[in-house]
Nanobody
Framework: VQLQASGGGLVQAGGSLRLSCAASGRTFSSYVMGWFRQAPGKERECVTAISWSGGSTYYADSVKGRFTSSRDNAKNTVYLQMNSLKPEDTAVYYC?????????????????WGQGTQVTVSS
């Protein structure tokens, strides 16, 4: 599976961005998909994970109510809608795929990673 993330950019606090992650490979629909982010000097953290069907999701407490993850298996694409952005959301965002049926936030369970897209939120 190859992943290509896009949609990052510079936005003012309170603004919105929508990230997309396009996947290649016939088995995309069977993978748990996650969005991670890494700010300078910090560890990479799981922001959200979504099950293969989209029926189950996980959100980090820091983004609950502001971020929404979704997927379109027909288009092999997963999305991250980010609203009410804050300066502390500034990071490189990565999409990742895990070959598992169980929703997971553990980095080590994700075998495939996109190249990352920069999100910068100005105050």
């Amino acid at each position: 599976v190859q992943l290509q993330a896009s949609g990052g950019g510079l936005v003012q606090a309170g603004g919105s961005l929508r990230l997309s992650c396009a996947a290649s490979g016939r088995t995309f629909s069977s993978y748990v998909m996650g969005w991670f982010r890494q700010a300078p000097g910090k560890e990479r953290e799981c922001v959200t994970a979504i099950s293969w069907s989209g029926g189950s999701t996980y959100y980090a407490d820091s983004v609950k109510g502001r971020f929404t993850s979704s997927r379109d298996n027909a288009k092999n694409t997963v999305y991250l809608q980010m609203n009410s952005l804050k300066p502390e959301d500034t990071a490189v965002y990565y999409c990742a795929a895990a070959d598992t049926a169980i929703l997971t936030t553990a980095r080590t369970r994700y075998q495939y990673w996109g190249q990352g897209t920069q999100v910068t939120v100005s105050s």
